[in-house]
């Protein structure tokens, strides 16, 4: 079956559905979530269409569309083994998340205002769907400009739904947020100028344009890689750059918290489809620095994370150490390293929307942040106990769930680089696995202190959260079951395309 235009139909339908939301809010209160939910429902089942389509042995999917003909702009989507796979992911993560906001809201508002405002929820589900459409843009965008567009849909959104719900200082939190975002932006940007300065173009493609290796241009490729590289870093958090994450992470609203987890890691993406798809020559020579960085920043985040006794600033942290996991695989340039660093990525937002959606259930229904006020909590919320139980296995590569498979995988190319590199990159593996072992302790510490254990009688009276908040949780779960049991659903797109750069360890 053929849907026309179905690319940009991911775009346009939640973007048509945020006026919908803003027509409908009055009559329909915090219920408007189900308009955000249909909208990104069918954006899914549209990128599920084109997915299976490539599976089978399709065609990649391209949309051209014409945006400013008179300096060659062409407003451009792409589905290809790469972006699809990430596409899909992110669509679920923001399908799911959309429901479990509408109760969550519900309460953030009843805290924040002492009643439910109908017009709160249509600033909330109008940013959440511009979100979407930024990250699922980022996803498919063939021009660069196209791409920072939809980086900086990203990042206005985010800022208000952080300064409008957030916690504690909110509002400068925000504002900080906002400046070190816009600043890696600003270093992307100072990317791609100078790649339209030597050909004349902002298409994705230009980056593999000779002329950025004529010599009449010096090392200017390289700049261009080490602009893109370093703005991404920043927006990715990575160890000296990490200072703004764990307070933004850590304060903004938690339904929003999924969200801010994958914008964080969609760096990962892009670095894997500008530099290692257009620029691998010039990528190479960041690549064992990158996974040093990766290294550091692992390591720094889980211990840093150990040490947290509020949930909501445990799993900030967490993710400034898990998302340089997929950086250490993208570093390894192998097929193997790259191909399991991308699959960890979207491994890891699924199982950090679960854990931080938890934090969010527990929040909501005891009031408590601080773990050392917890316990015993899975007699009074096992639904809730259970998802934690399961996003806790995904995180830490327990089988059979999509965690192990990334990650097992993700090494192997890592010690790949390693045995065919030098003792440094043996010793960067090596290191890499050892550090693994902090992931185990930093999630499966908190499940035992909140879910397991003397209840505390100040808890006595707490019940399980709403079936809203639970349901879409579990059907992420069993997606995420279902791909570790059969990971060729994932690693039939990612190694297809990782097998296709000119990387080490390739497939045989």
Not at 3 to 12: F, G, H, K, R
Not at 63 to 81: C, H, I, K, Q, R
Not at 243 to 259: D, G, K, V
Not at 358 to 369: K, M
Request: hydrophobic fraction near 55%.
């Amino acid at each position: 079956m053929s849907v026309p235009y179905i690319l940009l139909q991911t775009i346009v339908v939640p973007l048509v559905a945020t006026g919908v939301v803003y027509l409908l809010h009055a009559r329909l209160g915090r219920r408007v979530g189900w308009v955000a939910f249909v909208a990104l429902f069918y954006t899914s089942a549209l990128l599920v269409l084109v997915g299976s389509g490539i599976y089978a042995g399709g065609k990649q999917v391209e949309e051209y569309y014409p945006w400013a003909p008179s300096v060659g702009l062409t407003f451009g989507f792409l589905a290809d083994n790469l972006s699809l796979p990430v596409a899909l992911i992110m669509s679920l993560v923001c399908t799911a998340t959309a429901v479990y906001s509408m109760p969550y809201m519900k309460h953030r508002l009843e805290v924040m205002f002492g009643e439910e405002r109908s017009q709160q929820y249509a600033l909330y589900y109008v940013n959440f769907l511009l979100l979407a459409v930024g990250l699922i843009g980022v996803s498919l965008s063939t021009n660069l400009i196209e791409l920072y567009m939809f980086v900086e849909l990203m990042l206005i959104p985010s800022f208000f739904l952080m300064s409008l719900f957030g916690y504690v200082d909110r509002e400068r939190i925000a504002v900080m947020y906002f400046i070190w975002n816009h600043l890696g932006a600003f270093l992307f940007l100072a990317g791609v100028i100078l790649v339209f300065a030597v050909t004349g173009s902002f298409d994705v493609t230009a980056l593999a344009d000779p002329r950025l290796v004529d010599p009449r241009h010096g090392t200017l490729g390289y700049w261009v890689a080490g602009l893109i590289l370093v703005g991404w870093l920043v927006k990715m958090a990575v160890f000296g750059l990490h200072m703004w994450l764990p307070y933004a992470h850590a304060e903004h609203p938690t339904s929003f918290a999924p969200i801010m987890a994958t914008i964080v890691g969609v760096g990962n993406y892009v670095l894997a489809r500008l530099l290692l798809s257009e620029m691998p020559g010039f990528f190479q020579p960041f690549a064992f620095p990158l996974m040093v960085m990766a290294l550091i920043t692992m390591v720094y985040g889980g211990a840093v994370t150990l040490v947290q006794d509020d949930v909501k600033y445990l799993y900030a942290w967490s993710t400034i150490s898990q998302n340089a996991y997929s950086l250490l695989g993208l570093g390894s340039f192998t097929v193997f390293g790259v191909s399991g660093g991308v699959f960890y990525f979207l491994s890891h937002i699924v199982g950090k929307c679960v854990l931080f959606s938890v934090a969010g259930i527990v929040l909501a229904q005891t009031g408590v942040r601080d773990i050392r006020k917890m316990g015993g909590l899975a007699s009074k919320m096992p639904l809730t106990a259970t998802l934690c139980v399961l996003g806790t296995l995904i995180l830490s590569a327990v089988p059979p769930l999509s965690g192990f498979q990334a990650e097992w995988i993700m090494f192997v190319g890592i010690f790949t680089q390693g045995t065919l590199g030098t003792s440094a990159n043996l010793t960067v593996a090596v290191l890499g696995i050892i550090g693994t072992t902090l992931t185990v302790g930093y999630t499966f510490w908190p499940l035992r202190k909140i879910f397991f254990g003397p209840l505390p009688q100040t808890l006595g009276e707490v019940h399980e959260a709403p079936m809203t908040m639970i349901a879409p949780l579990f059907a992420l779960t069993v997606i995420m079951v279902v791909v570790g049991i059969y990971p060729d659903l994932l690693l039939k797109f990612l190694s297809s395309y990782a097998s296709g750069l000119p990387l080490r360890g390739g497939l045989a």
